[in-house]
């Protein structure tokens, strides 16, 4: 079983960045396809990016194609997101998680371990 804590979230203001960090514990971390996911207030958790367990492969949602980048450090156990040209509907909870297959990895019932989350609040 891996565990999961999210940093790096913040205020920013529209068009600026923020880098996402989750530390994640456990021996079994680089076997783990790992996401990052959003909730804003009164919405269903939405599906942000994915990256398989070599880092080879990733997925985006089409709202973030382009501006976030998921990336992960398999010695260091950790997983990023680099955000960039943020905009005041980024803003959202966002939350790190972890699967065993990657096949599913933008479906939110795929998971079972999840962070605690990290505030991202983008003004206009």
């Known amino acids: 079983q891996v565990r999961l804590v999210e940093s790096g979230g913040g205020l920013v203001q529209a068009g600026g960045s923020l880098r996402l960090s989750c530390a994640a514990s456990?021996?079994?971390?680089?076997?783990?396809?790992m996401a990052w996911f959003r909730q804003a207030p009164g919405k269903e958790r939405e599906f942000v990016g994915a990256i398989n367990w070599s880092g080879g492969r990733t997925r985006y949602a089409d709202s973030v194609k382009g501006r976030f980048t998921i990336s992960r450090d398999n010695v260091e156990n950790m997983v990023y997101l680099q955000m960039n040209s943020l905009k005041p509907e980024d803003t959202a909870v966002y939350y790190c998680a972890a699967t065993t297959g990657y096949s599913g990895a933008a479906y939110v019932q795929n998971y079972d371990t999840w962070g605690q989350g990290t505030q991202v609040t983008v003004s206009s």
């Open positions: 456990g021996r079994t971390f680089s076997s783990y396809a």
